[in-house]
C-alpha cells in the first residue's frame, strides 16, 4: 500500500509543527512545498513526517521536523540573505534555508552526507546551495561573514568565531548545552562585536563534531 504523502504532510504541520509555536505562514508553506520525502534515505521514506529524528547513517540523524521548523522561524532568512548552515545533513535544512535566501553554504565533516546532500539537492532543483566537506564548528571563514548562521548539532556554549563571523543584525541558532539538559539560542548581532540571545526551547539533540569545549573554571 502506498503511502499518501501529502496527507502525511498535511498531518505533519498541523498535528506537530504548529501545536509547536510555529506560525509564521511563509514557513508553514515552505514545508507544505519542499518534499521531505525526497531528503529521507530510502529505507526510511515511510517515517520523513514522523516527530522522530531519522538515521541517516554513520551515527547522523536528521532533526525532528518540528525542531527544524522553529530553527528556519528564528533564522527568518531573507532574499538578500548569506547563511552558513553548519551541519549539512541530508540537504533537507539547507534547502528550506535556500527557498529564503540568496545563498547557503553548508558544511559537513562527513563525507558521505555530502555526497547525500548534493545529490538530494541537486534532485530537487536547488541551485543556490552549496555543499562543502570540511570542520565548520568553529565557522567557515572563507565566505565570511553571513547574515544567518545555523547550527545542527549541539554546542557546550556558542564559540566565539561563529559570533564573529556574523553581520551587524545576523542572526545565529544553535543548541547549547550538555545532555540532559540543553536549550535552542537566537544570538543577535546587534552591532559588530555586540551580540544578544534569547531561549527559544528546551531540547536535546547530539552534540556537533568536534565542537569547542566549554572553558573550566578553578578556584
Known sequence: MNM??????????EQQIR???????DVLDLLMTVKREDFVPPAYRNLAFADIEVPLG?????????????????VAPRR???VLLV???????AALLGARAEEVVAVDIDPALVDMARANLQRAHVTNVTVLQGDAAE???KNAPYDVIALTGSVPEV???????LKAGGRLFAIVGEAPAMSAQLVTCTAE?????VVLFETNVAPLTNAPRKDKFSF
Open 4 to 13: 499518501d504523502f501529502e496527507r502525511a504532510r498535511f498531518n505533519m504541520v
Open 19 to 25: 501545536p509547536w509555536d510555529v506560525l509564521d505562514p
Open 58 to 74: 554513520n551515527g547522523q540523524v536528521m532533526l525532528p521536523p518540528r525542531v527544524e521548523a522553529r530553527i528556519l522561524q528564528a
Open 80 to 82: 538578500s540573505d548569506r
Open 87 to 93: 551541519g549539512a545533513g541530508s540537504g533537507y535544512l
Open 139 to 141: 565557522g567557515w571563514s
Open 159 to 165: 564559540p566565539a568565531a561563529l559570533r564573529a563571523q
Open 193 to 197: 562585536g555586540a551580540c544578544q540571545s
